[in-house]
């Protein structure tokens, strides 16, 4: 049991980890290019989609990588 | 609907709704504080602000749970609708509170980390009466978090509304998992009979309201329409479609609205392009067919939002005979020109 419940929160932690960097990354660059209602978004509303970001980033990085294949 | 994202879409009528959850919420903590200090002075102020915040966020939850069945049961409900979000970011942050007070109470003391703390204090996960309640409130937050922070139209769009949709079906998982927190917390904390009776009466409450509400769309989906020679279905008669309203029925599987508009008859597809919301149930607003939920807005001629706005719904075809509406089927493109017919 010890090692599944390790194995979960260091699993939760890299989600989390990961999520923040992609977020960062996403919300002042990435999101630009596949919504074009970003560019004009300011700094503070690009701050709030940050948690849901990294809540989120695995449904969202398929989508950059799709709008980059086109 | 907007040309960029803003913080928080505020209107008149939000902003008034927003007072009111703010006010509530400091009210219900006011009396929660007072009563806790009459009833029992010697309770710490850590307990009470757990047991405060948990409380407040399991009432906020099941209004938010409540608002759905009772809006389709009866329109008058609709603008607590309207504003659902805001509840939901609202009860997300009464339960990180609780949830980070009762961390910071019972799992900062040792060396461990606080979050393994939470799942390894007491391991008797094969226990029901000693089973490790706090474990089932952290992972119900963990879905309310997922929830509350994609609560943005930025979310909605870029997750696609169907996996947004999905996300936010976790809800009832969530309302699952508090449940249990709470039962099971019960056996090891003196939670009061009141409260676990009030509990009782929201899940009967929550269950039924949604089974009332099934059945009432169940019998939309299960009306028969008779076709005539051409394969179109006869749907109604002219009169028992009221002026700026509609009509909803299911036509092969999917649910069409025929609005009458200035005495015209136009139909379109019934689902809502931003969340899905019933259009059908909606009304026409200056000459705009407004989603009951949002407000999102069609004309009916063409089924797309008047510009500069770009959603569309398919369109339908419609014939008068005799005074019965007939609906053609096959729907056109989304967006598609359909004259209005006269009744
Ligand atoms: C990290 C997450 C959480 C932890 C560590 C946690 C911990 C606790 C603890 C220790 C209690 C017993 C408090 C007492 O009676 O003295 C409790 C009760 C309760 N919790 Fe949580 N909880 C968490 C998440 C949640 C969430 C997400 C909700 C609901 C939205 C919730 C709702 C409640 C309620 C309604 C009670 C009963 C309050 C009462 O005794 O009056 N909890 N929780
Ligand atoms: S569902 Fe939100 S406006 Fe229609």
């Known amino acids: 049991m010890e090692t599944v419940i390790n194995i979960f929160i260091i699993a939760l932690g890299l989600y989390f980890g990961l999520g923040l960097l992609f977020g960062l990354y996403f919300l002042f660059a990435g999101a630009t290019t596949i919504d074009p209602l970003m560019k004009e978004s300011k700094k503070v509303v690009r701050l709030l989609l940050l948690p849901g970001t990294i809540a989120t980033w695995p449904f969202l990085i398929g989508k950059l990588f799709q709008s980059k294949k086109v | ?343």
Request: hydrophobic fraction near 45%; proline fraction near 4%.
């Open chain 2, 1 to 343: 609907m907007g040309l960029d994202y803003k913080l928080v879409l505020w209107n008149k009528h939000k902003k008034n709704y927003d007072k009111l959850i703010a006010l509530g919420m400091v009210l219900y903590l006011i009396v929660f504080f007072v009563l806790s200090l009459v009833t029992n002075a010697e309770m710490t102020a850590e307990t009470i602000i757990i047991r405060a915040f948990g409380s407040l966020a399991i009432i906020l939850l099941h209004l938010i749970l409540v608002i759905g069945p009772l809006t389709r049961l009866n329109p008058n409900y609709l603008p607590i609708l309207y504003n659902r979000r805001h509840l939901g970011v609202s009860m997300f942050l009464a339960a990180l509170i609780h949830g980070v007070f009762s961390t910071i109470n019972f799992h900062t003391l040792g060396s461990k980390n606080p979050i393994e703390s939470i799942f390894t204090s007491n391991m008797d996960y094969g226990s029901l009466t000693n089973f490790p309640f706090q474990v089932l409130g952290f992972l119900a937050l963990l879905i309310l978090f997922v929830m509350a922070s994609t609560s943005h139209d930025f979310f909605l769009k870029n997750l696609s509304p169907k996996i947004w949709k999905r996300l936010h079906m976790l809800v009832y998982l969530a309302y699952s998992l508090i449940v249990l927190h709470v039962f099971l917390g019960a056996f090891q904390q003196e939670t009061s009979p009141f409260a676990i009776g009030v509990l009782c009466l929201g899940f009967v409450l929550i269950t039924g309201l949604h089974l009332t509400a099934a059945f009432k769309e169940g019998k939309i989906d299960s009306f028969k329409a008779s076709k005539d020679s051409d394969g179109w279905l006869e749907v109604c008669t002219t009169g028992e479609i009221e002026e700026s309203r509609a009509k909803i029925f299911t036509v092969e599987g999917e649910r069409i609205a025929v609005f009458k508009n200035e005495g015209k008859l136009s139909a379109i597809h019934n689902v809502c392009k931003h969340q899905g919301g019933p259009l059908g149930e909606g009304k026409i607003v200056d000459g705009c067919i407004t989603c009951p939920w949002h407000g999102y807005q069609y004309l009916p001629h063409n089924g797309q939002s008047p510009p500069p706005f770009t959603e569309k719904v398919k369109t339908y075809q419609l014939k008068v005979v005799n005074g019965f509406v007939y609906v053609n089927p096959n729907a056109y493109e989304e967006g598609t020109e359909v004259t209005p017919i006269s009744c």
